[in-house]
């Protein structure tokens, strides 16, 4: 039996996968959480609300994940 990767390669293609999968989650939460909690603001006018507030930190880490990922990348 021919194997598709080494034993060696095996912890960096489960720590790629499990990377992956996280920024395909994060990615469904901007798409779907942004609008909603930009159209669901307490007060529109404050620009520095909590909804705006939570929408730069899930920017954020998904800014983030995309660099790890595209670290992990590198390796695998």
């Known amino acids: 039996m021919k194997r598709a990767f080494a034993p060696?390669?095996?912890?960096?293609?489960?720590?790629?996968?499990v990377a992956i999968n996280a920024l395909l989650f994060a990615s469904l939460i901007l798409v779907v959480g942004v609008p909603v909690l930009y159209m669901t603001q307490s007060n529109p006018e404050d620009r520095r609300n909590g909804e705006i507030k939570k929408?730069?930190?899930i920017g954020g880490v998904w800014f983030h994940l995309v660099l790890v990922n595209g670290l992990i990348s590198y390796f695998v």
């Open 8 to 17: 060696s390669q095996l912890p960096m293609q489960v720590i790629s996968s």
């Open 55 to 57: 929408i730069e930190i």
